[in-house]
């Protein structure tokens, strides 16, 4: 049996059996009227979609492909690699194999019966180089940058969507339980990483956070204690750690852990392509007063910004609510990060990619919707000797919100 027969007969029953789970059609039909509405009001005739969560999220597969969606008739996804497994993958009705893209225009005009005058592009990312070959592809045809269109639409979580980030949810839940048997003194920050890492790869978390961003990887491993969480790094985040080296300075570190100092974790699960993003706080030995204290009001912060979080809810507004509190609580110059260093936000959306709408963070005055899933971060960085934080991530629903990664928000002392 050579290999176009296997993927045709056995994959989708075998990868079912391995816990694949293949996104429905009803799914990505909605999905798809949902963009094609967008496209419409913002009078886009056309879009190419070739960002590899974009055309995911809209064909069911992430193989090396092309996605052609004409606000009328069908879309045409045109896989470069590998094809067979992206007519298994995708409900997609048109899925055909492309070599070069100096035959898009030919495969559009077959499909289509015309080119488009008016071609939406994510041009948020989109290399200079492919833009102009675009230009060189279809010309006199004006080109737009859909992004915003994309964002808008991934906003919304559907309940297949978040089912998926609860799953990632109770891996992370797993995972720091086990955390507490694993840390010992005397261990390395990357060791101890690692170690949990191994463990929530078991549980079927993918190790690869994907995030929208040029320059910027996201990764599990966040593991700061004592003084490494008091440094800032290139991340947009309130600490960054050491890393490991000049090349990925950020992150968990060789440095070794000691007792009563604060160990911060933010370890991100990924199952099925989504995310949950949480952070808790472990310690060998119980930590310094000032840390206890510092917790307890991220721990204040944090509920504050879940009570107000339903429907409604101004996202900039409640962020704003967040630096008065921390003011109020003593932490003004540490709370997000240490003076002149300051990040401005406290909550990021997530979804298939960190970064996702909406953000609870200044300049971000618009509401909150059922459907959303962000997560809620408040931080206190001490330069020189640590930091502390906790983190979860929710879904907004009719009434409030649930916490999709439910775990005690305990010190978990060893």
């Known amino acids: 049996m050579d290999h ?3 993927i045709q007969n056995h994959l989708f029953e075998n990868a079912k059996g391995l816990g694949f789970i293949f996104v429905p059609k009803t799914e ?24 590899k969560m974009d055309y995911f999220y809209l064909s069911g597969t ?10 009328e008739g069908s879309p045409l996804l045109m896989v470069r690699r590998e094809l067979e497994r992206a007519r298994v993958e995708s409900p997609l009705a048109d899925v055909v194999p492309i070599r070069s893209s100096s035959i898009l225009p030919e495969l559009i005009r077959e499909h289509s019966g015309n080119l488009p005058s008016v071609l939406g592009l994510e041009m948020d990312l989109l290399p200079a180089r492919d833009y102009l070959r675009y230009v060189d592809l279809f010309p006199g045809a004006r ?8 964002k808008e639409i991934r906003k919304i979580k559907s309940p297949f969507e978040v089912d998926l980030i609860r799953k990632a949810g109770e891996i992370g839940r797993e995972v720091y339980s086990r955390g507490k048997e694993i840390l010992r003194e005397g261990m390395s920050e990357i060791e ?3 170690l949990l890492e191994a463990e929530a790869k078991r549980l079927g978390h993918e190790g690869l956070l994907r995030v929208r961003s040029v320059n910027y990887e996201a990764y599990s491993w966040h593991v700061l204690s004592g003084v490494t969480g008091g440094v800032v790094s290139q991340s947009d985040s309130p600490m960054g750690g050491i890393g490991l080296s000049p090349a990925f300075p950020v992150g968990a570190s060789l440095k070794t852990m000691k007792a009563h100092e604060p160990i911060l974790v933010d370890f991100g699960t990924c199952y099925q392509g989504y995310q949950a993003d949480e952070t808790r706080m472990f310690s060998i030995g119980k930590m310094d007063r000032k840390f ?11 509920d504050a910004v879940l009570s107000q979080t339903r429907p409604g809810a101004d996202c900039g507004a409640i962020f704003r609510d967040t ?10 110059d540490s709370y997000l990060g240490p003076p002149g260093l300051q990040v401005r936000f406290v909550g990021h959306g997530i979804g298939l990619e960190l970064g996702e709408l909406p953000y609870i ?7 909150l919707e059922p459907g959303m899933t962000f997560a809620v971060e408040p931080k206190i960085v001490f330069p020189g000797e640590g930091s502390v934080g906790i983190e979860n991530t929710v879904v907004v629903t009719r009434n409030g919100f649930e916490i999709l990664t439910p775990l005690e928000q305990d010190v978990f002392e060893v």
């Open 4 to 6: 176009r027969d296997w």
């Open 28 to 51: 990505i039909q909605e999905r798809l009227a949902r963009f094609r509405k967008y496209m419409k009001r913002d009078g886009i005739e056309a879009f190419l979609v070739t960002r």
């Open 62 to 71: 992430a193989q090396d492909s092309m996605l052609y969606v004409p606000t």
């Open 143 to 150: 080109f737009v940058d859909g992004s915003p269109i994309i």
């Open 192 to 194: 101890f990483a690692g």
């Open 292 to 302: 206890l204290d510092a917790y307890k009001a991220c721990r204040e912060i944090h």
């Open 323 to 332: 630096l008065n509190l921390a003011e109020k609580l003593g932490y003004k």
């Open 361 to 367: 963070a200044e300049g971000q005055s618009y509401p």
